[in-house]
């Protein structure tokens, strides 16, 4: 039985459901590839940098890229610094059974700072490990 995308996209966005720390570091939420316009600053992003990495998740293992964005239209940078320490401490070097037969193992790979317009962004990558195990 394969584990499908929407299966880790919906993992992540419960662990953040479930973690207070990590909503309330992000009042706007977290949101699969963009927020609405309008949403509450810091918001967080979620999904693969890269399209060519977009896996079908069939195989016993799997491994690519994925990346949390974050995003805060302030010159005070403690909000956005503290969404991003509070999302590393809950990800980083994570182990998380997504499934009765599937671990993911998360571990930081990169991350990097930019400004778009007067919006700040910072982004975590992580490799994220899938192994299959039968049921």
């Known amino acids: ?39 509450a600053q810091p918001y967080v992003t979620y999904g693969f940098p890269e399209i060519e990495q977009l896996k079908t998740f069939d195989a016993d293992f799997e491994d690519c890229i994925f990346r949390f964005t974050f995003y805060h239209e302030s010159e005070d940078t403690a909000p956005i610094d503290d969404a991003v320490e509070k999302f590393a401490a809950r990800f980083d070097d994570e182990i998380v059974t997504i499934t009765s037969y599937t671990t993911i193992h998360l571990t930081r790979v990169g991350a990097g700072e930019a400004m778009l317009g007067d919006v700040r962004t910072i982004f975590l990558d992580y490799q994220l490990l899938v192994k299959h195990t039968p049921a």
């Open 1 to 39: 039985m394969a584990l499908k995308l929407h299966n880790i996209m919906t993992g992540i966005q419960s662990w953040f459901t479930g973690n207070a720390p990590l909503v309330a570091a992000a009042p706007g939420g977290l949101w699969r590839s963009k927020a609405p316009e309008g949403t």
